[in-house]
T-cell receptor, first 115, second 119 residues
Framework: DQQVKQNSPSLSVQEGRISILNCDYT??????FLWYKKYPAEGPTFLIS?????DKNEDGRFTVFLNKSAKHLSLHIVPSQPGDSAVYFC??????????????FGKGTLLTVNP | GAVVSQHPSRVICKSGTSVKIECRSL??????MFWYRQFPKQSLMLMAT?????????EQGVEKDKFLINHASLTLSTLTVTSAHPEDSSFYIC???????????????FGPGTRLTVL
């Protein structure tokens, strides 16, 4: 049973436009969410996170939105750049539930930003 | 900040041999270290969680006698793949986090990964 789902395996966007990556979760114990970016044959790089006490967190071109009632979060990248092309993983943890900091990952979305 | 290194980055070995992979947090101390495995075009699969000075906690289906984890300090963890076979060929990634003393987040910082090929 997949607790974190990224239903779009891939997304293609034009340079300068907005990229929106979506993630859904089923475990109501999850209260901390993260986005990671990964290039082939490299480890994931932490991008941005959000706690369930917030519904939005912004860092430069990256904004994460959390809709707890819908168990949905999204990552917005504005403006998109060719260097943003990578696989983006959504991850979640039950921080307050004593999860020992374990993260559950989605399967990832391959973002391609075309020049 | 929050840099994690892994060594080696790539290893090729014969079937039946053992391979050790090191994971170090270079500029921070971490509460916990994690070992993941990634198959091509798949998500990250958590293998085990380890805390310094205690036994690792393995995920269901991961053989603890095959994947030995030692967590000697707050900055070093090692994964030894014992008696490796071709089906163990994979991309192994470690992570560390959260930062020691900071319990407000669950952020993990990842190493660059180790590509293991067993012939």
């Amino acid at each position: 049973d997949q607790q974190v789902k990224q239903n779009s395996p891939s997304l293609s966007v034009q340079e300068g436009r907005i990229s929106i990556l979506n993630c859904d979760y089923t475990n109501s114990m999850f209260d901390y969410f993260l986005w990671y970016k990964k290039y082939p044959a490299e480890g994931p790089t932490f991008l941005i996170s959000i706690s369930s006490i917030k519904d939005k967190n912004e860092d430069g071109r990256f904004t994460v939105f959390l809709n707890k009632s819908a168990k949905h979060l999204s990552l917005h990248i504005v403006p998109s750049q060719p260097g943003d092309s990578a696989v983006y993983f959504c991850a979640a943890s039950a921080h307050s539930g004593g999860s020992n900091y374990k993260l559950t990952f989605g399967k990832g979305t391959l973002l391609t930003v075309n020049p | 900040g929050a840099v994690v290194s892994q060594h080696p980055s790539r290893v090729i070995c014969k079937s039946g041999t053992s391979v050790k992979i090191e994971c170090r947090s270079l500029d921070f101390q971490a509460t916990t270290m994690f070992w993941y495995r990634q198959f091509p075009k798949q998500s990250l699969m958590l293998m085990a969680t380890s805390n310094e000075g205690s036994k690792a906690t393995y995920e269901q289906g991961v053989e603890k006698d095959k994947f030995l984890i030692n967590h000697a300090s707050l900055t070093l963890s090692t994964l030894t793949v014992t008696s490796a076979h071709p089906e163990d060929s994979s991309f192994y990634i470690c992570s560390a986090g959260p930062l020691a003393g900071d319990t407000s987040t669950d952020t993990q910082y990842f190493g660059p990964g180790t590509r293991l090929t067993v012939l």
